[in-house]
């Protein structure tokens, strides 16, 4: 349990999409004390936790296709009292919950379906009226953030496209019945790369050529991860003309 904890806290410190969705999801969690909410492909369970906090009067409903990763998320949640909490194995692409929730979250999951759009329709679909959808995804033809696509960190397994383009994303959203609120480009070219290299880039590469670097990769990182976090900071306040991610914010009318 406290391995997992630390896994968390980990990915939370290290990767920007994370720092992007924190500053949101409590900025929607002000709204209003009675939520529903809908994570919609779960993975790690990392955001589904950290929702537990930010909205603790929420019931939160997360599916993902993992049954292993299902299972150790139900056991940890568990044993850490967060009792508002079910994870179920489900496949976004026909799961649906007609009229079920408040918020729906998808965090880098989207890049991994083919079937997108089908997806955004069951989310639209069990979203209440006036329901909010959060979602974190690479931009296409920009220079996305490039962890390698066997990554550990992958939710869900090989991407299926790049990314969107913003007239594609904005499209598919108002297919599915969505209205837009706000789209902003996280991992700009300046703060956000930045951080990038320092904390994915650069470890990787030392890593690539021997796991005992490890041995420098961790002072190192350490060292330089104050740097990071303010570049982190900044690319979540300021206006990315250019930028690697998408943060898109559509609310069911």
Same mark, same amino acid.
């Given at each position: ?51 537990? @906090? ?8 997360? +599916? #993902? $296709?993992? %049954?292993?990763?299902? *299972?150790?998320?139900?056991? !940890? ?19 649906? @919950? ?8 998808? +965090? #880098? $999951?989207? %890049?991994?379906?083919? *079937?997108?759009?089908?997806? !955004? ?133």
């Amino acid at each position: 349990m406290p391995g997992r904890r630390l896994f968390y806290t980990a990915l939370g410190a290290l990767f920007l999409r994370t720092w992007h969705a924190k500053k949101e999801l409590k900025r929607i969690a002000k709204q209003r004390d009675k939520w529903d909410i809908y994570d919609a492909g779960s993975g790690y369970g990392q955001y589904t936790y950290m929702m537990g @906090k930010y909205f603790p009067n929420a019931s939160i409903h997360a +599916v #993902d $296709v993992k %049954e292993e990763e299902v *299972e150790a998320c139900n056991w !940890f949640t568990q044993h850490v009292g967060q009792k508002n909490t079910e994870f179920i194995v489900g496949d976004l692409v026909t799961h649906r @919950k007609p009229d079920s929730f408040d918020l729906a979250l998808s +965090v #880098d $999951v989207m %890049e991994h379906i083919l *079937e997108d759009e089908e997806v !955004f329709a069951n989310v639209f679909a069990s979203l209440r009226s006036g329901g909010l959808f959060l979602v974190l995804t690479p931009i296409a033809n920009h220079a996305h953030e490039p962890v390698p696509e066997d990554a550990s960190f992958s939710a869900i397994g090989e991407h299926v496209r790049e990314g969107y383009t913003e007239e594609e994303f904005r499209e598919k959203m108002a297919r599915a019945g969505f209205v837009v609120e706000k789209m902003k480009r996280t991992y700009g070219p300046v703060f956000g790369k930045f951080a990038w290299w320092i904390l994915q880039r650069i470890p990787m590469q030392l890593l690539t050529v021997s796991k005992l670097l490890a041995v420098l990769v961790i002072p190192l990182m350490i060292l330089l991860y104050p740097f990071a976090a303010l570049a982190m900071w900044l690319d979540t306040i300021v206006h990315n003309g250019k930028g690697g991610g998408w943060l898109l914010l559509a609310k069911k009318p």
